[in-house]
Each structure stands twice: as structure tokens, then as C-alpha cells.
């Protein structure tokens, strides 16, 4: 009994703190919440020379996942790239947090941290970024669509007297 509350208390809080993200548009599921770190209100702000940091709460779709990895494109003015991540990124398994980890079974809820460098040299730009959670077959566990503003890195200015 005491596990059950302190479990959904812990939903109570990530909901509070979830991000307003969009669903996928090709029916991929959804996951149970998105937390952008700094992020109240979309678009994101993610600062040039930064790391944004997701915490993405999904369930499993089936039984015995044992490897996911995390794929993501990126759109702006109507064009969709690939957004190469580093492996140690998209091997979601790596990155569940309180101490779960693969294989992830058919309804089990897990956390996964996201994790990505935002480069110096991206554009100061608006882009709409999916993240797909693939299993070994390229089936989608969760999907999201998160709207994000580049912003110019903070500098310091130091005066010499």
C-alpha cells in the first residue's frame, strides 16, 4: 500500500513538471510525460555551448525490450533532417533513471534522461524536434514532437584594469 502511494505521488510530480509536447503524427505511442528541464512553456529555449536535458516517462509497449535507442529528426521552414546522436545518448537502456533498466517489460513505466549538446556553430533558428524510442526491430515505443528556439550562448566580459 505504501508503495503504491509514494509511486503515485511520484506520477503526481512528473505530471506537474511535464512540458507540452505534441504527439507524432504517424500514431506512434505516446509517452506518459516529457520534462524539458527550464522549460514552463514551448517553444524551449536551448542555449548554443549548452546540454538540454529531457526526462521522457514512458511505458513499455511489449514484453522483453531489451534494447532501445533514440532517434531523432529535426524540422525547420518545412525541411526534416536526421539528428546523429552520440551513441552513449541514444542507447536509451544506458540512460533509465532509478534504476531501472533493460529488458523493459509490457507495461512497466520508465524514465529515460535525454541528454543533447546543443553545437555553437547551429543557427539561431525555431525547430520542431521528434524523438522516436526504437526497438531492435525500428518499432516505436514513444514518440514526441518538442518546438525548441536556438539561442545565442551567454558570454562573459571581463574588464582589465
Known sequence: MLKLFVVSIALLIAGAAATNVKQCKNGQPFPLSVDVIGCDEVPCDVVKGTTALMNVHFVGTK??????????????????????????????????????????????????????????????????????????????????????????????TYLLE
Open 63 to 156: 514484453d522483453n525490450i531489451r534494447n532501445l535507442t533514440a532517434v531523432v529528426h529535426a524540422t525547420t521552414i518545412g525541411i526534416t533532417v536526421p539528428y546523429d546522436l552520440p551513441p552513449e545518448v541514444a542507447n536509451v537502456c544506458d540512460n533509465l533513471l532509478y534504476g531501472a533498466n533493460c529488458p523493459i517489460y509490457k507495461t512497466e513505466d520508465v524514465v529515460y534522461s535525454f541528454k543533447f549538446f546543443i553545437e555553437s556553430h547551429y543557427p539561431e533558428i525555431s525547430v520542431s524536434v521528434q524523438v522516436s524510442l526504437e526497438d531492435e526491430t525500428g518499432e516505436s515505443i514513444a514518440c514526441f514532437v518538442c518546438n525548441v528556439k536556438v539561442r545565442k550562448g551567454f558570454t562573459t
